[in-house]
């Protein structure tokens, strides 16, 4: 069985590519590992933009703490949607048909 992402378009622009990412990471979120899997480091960034422009669109950041290999404290963001995946897909498909406008 074919999952819903490789149904989907490549993303056209980064703005797609952020939500397709929220999309794949669904229940566990996404993290900047993640997004750099893909080298895109501007992750962050075009999620802000999107979510100024569809404010149905809702993210919740999650403060994460773990320990290096050091034994040193580290902290990073987790990203999840709270928005439904139907309108994900929706936003991703408007996204890279038009770009954000």
Do not use: W
């Not at 378009?9 to 993640?34: F, R």
């Not at 999107?50 to 990073?76: A, D, I, S, W």
């Amino acid at each position: 069985m074919e999952s819903i992402t490789q149904r989907l378009d490549k993303p056209k622009n980064q703005y797609a590519q952020a939500v397709l990412l929220l999309i794949e990471c669904g229940n566990t979120g996404v993290t900047m590992v993640d997004a750099m899997k893909d080298f895109f480091h501007k992750f962050q960034t075009r999620l802000g933009e999107v979510e100024k422009l569809h404010p149905k669109l809702q993210v919740r950041r999650l403060n994460m703490t773990t320990k290096n290999r050091f034994g040193n404290t580290c902290t990073y963001k987790n990203y999840k949607s709270v928005a439904p995946k139907p309108y994900l897909i929706h936003l991703y498909a408007l996204l890279n048909r038009e770009g954000l406008k």
